[in-house]
């Protein structure tokens, strides 16, 4: 069974930084796009950043230029590096994978890991 673990979260003050780790385990044979979704309080899912297979980095217009997403596919880890942080990023964050598994290719989400940016 595939599963998306998370770290990383925790308790900022606005304008600094934090880093979030997202790694898949169990049979995974090919990851097709890794990245990360959020969700505020009273607030739907909202997609983040995502980094393809074939090293496309893609941003949502309210975390340009602030954070940075990468991965290690060797690892089956991805990373996003938030700087600048606003209180407006508080938020559970969700690793998101596309990928084919033993069977199928399908979504998998992790568990969610809480941000949380003080003004």
């Known amino acids: 069974q595939v599963q998306l673990v998370e770290s990383g979260g925790g308790l900022v003050q606005m304008g600094g930084s934090l880093r979030l780790s997202c790694a898949a385990s169990?049979?995974?044979?090919?990851?097709?796009?890794m990245g990360w979704y959020r969700q505020a309080p009273g607030k739907q899912r909202e997609w983040v950043a995502t980094?393809?297979?074939?090293?496309?980095?893609n941003y949502a217009d309210s975390v340009k230029g602030r954070f940075t997403i990468s991965r290690d596919n060797a690892k089956k880890t991805v990373y996003v590096q938030m700087n600048s942080l606003k209180p407006e990023d508080t938020a559970v964050y969700y690793c998101?994978?596309?990928?084919?598994?033993?069977?199928?290719?399908?979504?998998?989400w992790g568990q969610g890991t809480q941000v949380t940016v003080s003004s």
């Open positions: 998101h994978a596309h990928l084919y598994d033993s069977s199928s290719v399908d979504d998998h």
């Open positions: 169990g049979l995974v044979l090919s990851i097709f796009e």
């Open positions: 980094a393809t297979s074939d090293g496309r980095l």
